[in-house]
């Protein structure tokens, strides 16, 4: 065990893993305020634990508006950067772009998406460069968005526009969401298509966000069987759901046989998360998460939903030290979010 509470596990230390980060981006996601200083917890405790010593850490670029058109509509993205730069809530078209509710307006806000959009655009940059096996953005995720709207805290749809940028290379592209929540944004933008599919494990019940997701829903056009939904109830645990996951993700990669990954790994599935939902642990994601780099794809991950923000930040960690082939020792290192 080294000295800083990270050991060796096996051969995949071996991955050239790239991790998304700048002290600039960190304290710009820090202002969300669904998730208030998530992404320095997150980022301390990896530091804590050593885990920068073994990934190249890549300073994010931020996204233009034309990187961002790539997928949001002009109109949308003009509105966001308008009412950014006052903070205003009470500009009437809002509502028309989902701004208000669940996407409340603050001052800044589009600097934040622009900053989230460019750091997951940097990492798929890496991949399609070749620079690493796995890219990581654990601030990244936020699978809600629409070309035209903000939903359910979203303001721009990240993992799309990595999608995107891996497709410049990529001919068939897996993104798979196991989010507590469907990850509706990513697979609505890709419905029509059959070089990306889409497969999502979330919660599915009556009146719960965002309310898509059934199992029959399935793409259109030449996208029909392209998206794959696994609506999951109340109280799933480790075992049964790395069960559900592996046979779906089995018959996934030997009918599409994808070229390269994208996977959204929200931690609102989480026991003790404030959705109350999932009885999930960092152990059961990060098998499901191994079972996916045993393809030795390319790789990129993203974070998402996770609102206990300690445990998401245990969670996190945990997920990059599995990347990296090291056991975390039980025991926290010493550090000042904890």
């Known amino acids: 065990m080294s000295h800083r509470g990270a050991r060796d596990d096996d051969s995949c ?6 991790y998304v980060h700048s002290p600039e981006y960190i304290e710009c996601c820090d202002s969300l305020s669904k998730v208030p200083n998530r992404a320095s917890m997150v980022h301390s405790l990896i530091e804590a634990y050593g ?17 961002m058109a790539k997928f949001h509509t002009d109109s949308y993205l003009e509105h966001l950067h308008k009412i950014s730069q006052d903070g205003d809530n009470d500009d009437p078209q809002s509502v028309d772009y989902g701004l208000g509710y669940d996407c409340p307006v603050s001052e800044g806000i589009y600097d934040y ?13 890496c991949l399609v460069d070749q620079k690493c096996e796995v890219a990581i953005n654990w601030a990244g995720g936020w699978h809600h968005a629409k070309k035209d709207e903000a939903s359910g805290f979203c303001y721009v749809n990240d993992a799309v526009l990595g999608i995107l940028k891996l497709r410049e290379k990529y001919e068939r592209v897996l993104y798979v969401d196991v ?3 469907h990850g509706d944004g990513v697979e609505d933008a890709f419905s029509f298509t059959s070089k990306v599919m889409t497969v999502s494990l979330h919660k599915f019940s009556p009146g719960f966000f965002p309310g898509t997701g ?6 259109l056009g030449k996208g029909r069987w392209y998206a794959v939904n696994v609506p999951l109830e109340d109280g799933i645990k480790d075992d049964r759901y790395y069960q559900i996951f592996t046979r ?37 994601v990060g098998q499901c998460l191994q079972h996916v780099l045993e393809w030795q794809l390319p790789t990129l991950l993203l974070g998402g939903g996770g609102y ?8 996190w960690t945990y997920l990059t030290a599995a990347v990296l082939g090291k056991t975390l020792a039980s025991e926290i290192p010493d550090h000042e979010p904890f």
């Open 13 to 18: 230390g071996k991955r050239r893993v790239a």
């Open 51 to 67: 885990l920068l010593e073994h990934v190249s850490t890549i300073k994010p670029q931020v996204a233009t508006i034309e990187d």
């Open 113 to 125: 998406a622009a900053a989230v959009g460019g750091a997951t655009l940097t990492a798929a940059q």
């Open 179 to 181: 989010d507590l929540h």
């Open 214 to 219: 059934d199992v029959c829903d399935t793409g």
């Open 248 to 284: 779906v993700m089995q018959e996934v990669r030997a009918q599409f046989n994808p070229e390269a990954l994208v996977m959204q790994l929200g931690a609102d599935t989480m026991a003790g998360d404030p959705m109350c939902s999932f009885n999930m642990t960092p152990v059961g």
């Open 308 to 315: 206990n923000l300690a445990n998401t930040a245990r969670c």
